[in-house]
């Protein structure tokens, strides 16, 4: 084995010298290297053994063949300069924040934390309340920020109340929008009142507050009295279940609303209607 | 200084071995064993300095291994040449810690049965040393002197990679290899005493 082992190794033009011998490496008769001659000599490349490229080439098929060259590379299997390696690592950090960074935002929305271009819908766009201030350059701005101050212009004056003019199925929005602000009441014990849930008096509870208030006056006016906005509710969209879609809800009643909106519990309020808002925040 | 040969050496072939990497990575034979045969050579005789004798064993380990992971390696033929030191080098570890636990006699038997006949160093007779000679001196040095100067000088790898084979910090790199070439000169001077590439050395029993 061993003589076999160093005779492959070494082959004829440098014969092995593994001896335990006190002083055989340096032959007495000849001068002392230099270290740079000692240094060369290592570096010098043996021969090498025939069958044991073989070797190497029969576990390279085979690995090939097992599909060992798609192995996916360990930290250690990375020896391109730093530069590069350096760089992919920022690059992935950089998609990395930018998906976190979405899906946050994401969550954030769904969860009520940001102003969500689908919160004030249903109640504040069909807006074009006869009933207060009739300031109409504050339209723009308010249509993004939720109307803390409520936007009352005239309906002739906003662009958004021309595109869509108090119809049928703004009526049903806001026959959906009553029930659920009627339901979150019954729950909370103060009809129509988002306030009523003061944990979270962010403003967005009062504006849905607002909002629903709106509803119920319009649509009083509509039915011809607040007592006969439920039946004229129900009259508007008989196919619909009795009970609303805002049961439980609680107070995020606009929100959920607008999340609700395109369920099949009232496909005549299409898509359009509710998508419209969206836009507002756009064109600022 | 002394590693510029072999240094220079190694990159001349980077680019050869880089590009016959990338083919074998693609599934290439030939690429493959044009690999082998720019990078076993140094490989053995860093593997020589390591583990003596026991160096052709650890180089069929270190290459089979070489072979399955090769998919997983990135880099140039320089990157390459460290990425296969590495392996190689990990392998000669498991062997030290191997022989350590084995006793004493055994490794020595089978040593001295390789024994060469006196006549054998005469065929070389017009180099002032053997490489042999040469390994089995570098390998007198201790292990962490000795793996700088032979990872520089018979691989060719520069510091920085030198110290990421070795797993330390450059500058520990840098004065290890100083450190082990003042110590060269001294055995020059007055060759040491002592078995050369008897795996039972000093240098290579603190091997860990």
């Given amino acids: ?284 | 200084m002394g590693k510029g040969r072999g240094s220079r050496r190694a990159e001349t072939h980077d680019k050869e071995l880089g590009d016959a990497v990338v083919r074998a990575q693609r599934g290439d034979e030939a690429a493959f064993s044009a690999a082998y045969r720019l990078v076993h050579p140094p490989l053995l005789g860093y593997l020589r300095g390591l583990v003596g004798d026991d160096a052709e064993d650890v180089a069929s380990d270190a290459w089979l291994e070489i072979a399955r992971d090769l998919g997983r390696f990135r880099g140039d033929g320089a990157g390459f040449r460290a990425w296969t030191a590495t392996i190689a080098r990990h392998r000669a570890m498991d062997h030290l810690r191997r022989i350590r636990s084995r006793p004493r006699g055994t490794v020595l038997e089978s040593e001295l049965t390789g024994l060469p006949a006196p006549q054998d160093t005469a065929a070389e007779a017009f180099e002032t040393v053997s490489t042999q000679e040469a390994l089995a001196l570098i390998a007198q040095l201790p292990r962490q002197q000795a793996e700088a100067v032979l990872l520089q000088t018979v691989i060719g790898l520069d510091g920085p990679a030198a110290a990421r084979v070795l797993g330390k910090r450059p500058g520990a790199v840098r004065s290890a290899t100083h450190r082990g070439l003042r110590r060269l000169e001294r055995y020059l001077a007055s060759p040491p005493r002592g078995g050369v590439t008897d795996s039972d050395s000093p240098s290579l029993g603190d091997a860990r």
């Fill in chain 1, 1 to 284: 084995m061993t003589e076999n082992r160093s005779g492959d190794a070494v082959g004829p033009a440098a014969p092995p010298q593994a001896s335990p011998q006190p002083q055989p490496q340096l032959p007495a008769e000849s001068r002392q290297p230099t270290l740079d001659e000692l240094l060369a000599a290592a570096a010098r490349p043996a021969p090498v053994a025939p069958h044991a490229e073989e070797n190497a080439l029969a576990a390279f098929r085979a690995a090939r063949d097992e599909g060992a060259l798609e192995l996916p590379t360990r930290p250690e299997d990375d020896w391109r300069p730093a530069e590069t390696r350096t760089r992919v690592p920022w690059i992935r950090a950089g998609a990395g924040a930018l998906v976190a960074g979405v899906m946050l935002g994401g969550f954030a929305m769904a969860a009520g934390a940001i102003p969500s271009p689908f919160a004030d819908p249903p109640a504040d766009k069909p807006r074009p309340a006869p009933r207060v201030f009739p300031s109409g350059a504050e339209e723009r701005s308010t249509g993004a920020t939720p109307p803390a101050t409520v936007p009352a212009v005239p309906a002739a004056t906003v662009p958004g109340a021309h595109e869509h003019p108090p119809t049928a199925k703004d009526l049903t929005a806001h026959c959906r929008a009553y029930e659920a602000a009627a339901a979150a009441g019954r729950n909370h014990g103060k009809p129509g009142g988002g306030n009523a849930n003061g944990g979270k008096a962010d403003g967005r509870e009062a504006e849905g507050g607002a909002d629903e208030r709106a509803v119920s006056e319009r649509l009083a006016a509509v039915a011809g009295g607040p007592d006969q906005v439920e039946a004229y509710c129900a009259g508007l969209s008989p196919d619909r279940p009795a009970g609303p879609a805002g049961e439980g809800n609680g107070p995020g009643a606009g929100e959920n609303t607008g999340a609700d909106a395109p369920s099949p519990l009232d496909p005549q309020a299409g898509p359009d209607k509710w998508r419209a808002p969206m836009q507002k925040p756009s064109r600022q």
